[in-house]
């Protein structure tokens, strides 16, 4: 089983629909999780933390369940360029990303069309 | 947030040669540096964890003879693919962290082997 799992999609939705990935992982020792965006052939660049208790970040909705190990982003009101591979982060130490070795899901890959 | 470059970005080279990678915190000091591969429609995979001034540590199936690391200072890590072979050829991303808490990517270098 990998350590972190995501529906690879693609997904394909029009401007302004509301889309949500699915994110499992498999340490139930993990501490810290994270959202991030990569574009074709670019690094990824972080979008958010997600904390237990939800937290929103403009159109950018994040949850996390601990007991089901189950982590989620909503989109609201999808742009064009919301286009591009959202990864699923987790890191065994709390805090930032800095410290410990993140471990990736292999991504989601979002089109959004007009 | 902080700066990360890796060098070269591209490079196409024949079967049995060896490839420099660069990677440099250019407005931070990174003690700690860590090595991804990421191959087509994969996730990224962490390689080799690198400490200024000491051995890197690889992960399991990473052979350390092959893919050698030097962190030489704080600002610079280059990561050295031996006789490399068709099957090294994937996307070499490398990262930090500063004291901003949060882990910093370069903005990978893809390497082609023929």
């Known amino acids: 089983r990998k350590e972190v799992e995501q529906d690879p999609g693609p997904f394909n939705v029009p401007e302004g629909a509301t889309v949500a990935f699915n994110c499992t992982y498999s340490n139930s020792a993990s501490q810290s999780f994270f959202w991030y965006r990569q574009d074709c052939r670019k690094e990824p660049k972080l979008l958010m933390s997600?904390?237990?208790s939800g937290n929103e970040d403009g159109r950018f909705t994040a949850q996390l369940n601990r007991a089901s190990q189950y982590i989620s982003l909503l989109i609201r009101d999808s742009k064009l360029s919301d286009s591009a591979t959202y990864l699923c982060?987790?890191?065994?130490?709390?805090?930032?990303?800095?410290?410990?070795?993140?471990?990736f899901g292999q991504g989601t890959i979002l089109t959004v069309h007009p | 947030g902080a700066v990360v470059s890796q060098h070269p970005s591209w490079v196409i080279c024949k079967s049995g040669t060896s490839v420099k990678i660069e990677c440099r915190s250019l407005?931070?000091?990174?003690?700690?540096m860590f090595w991804y591969r990421q191959f087509p429609k994969q996730s990224l995979m962490l390689m080799a964890t690198?400490?200024?001034?000491?051995?890197?540590?690889?992960e399991q199936g990473v052979e350390k003879d092959k893919f050698l690391i030097n962190h030489a200072s704080l600002t610079l890590s280059t990561l050295t693919v031996t006789s490399a072979h068709p099957e090294d050829s994937s996307f070499y991303i490398c990262s930090g962290y500063s004291s901003y808490n949060e882990q910093f990517f370069g903005p990978g270098t893809r390497l082609t082997v023929l």
């Open positions: 982060v987790v890191n065994p130490y709390a805090g930032g990303t800095s410290y410990g070795k993140l471990t």
């Open positions: 407005d931070f000091q990174a003690t700690t």
């Open positions: 690198s400490n200024e001034g000491s051995k890197a540590t690889y």
């Open positions: 997600v904390y237990s």
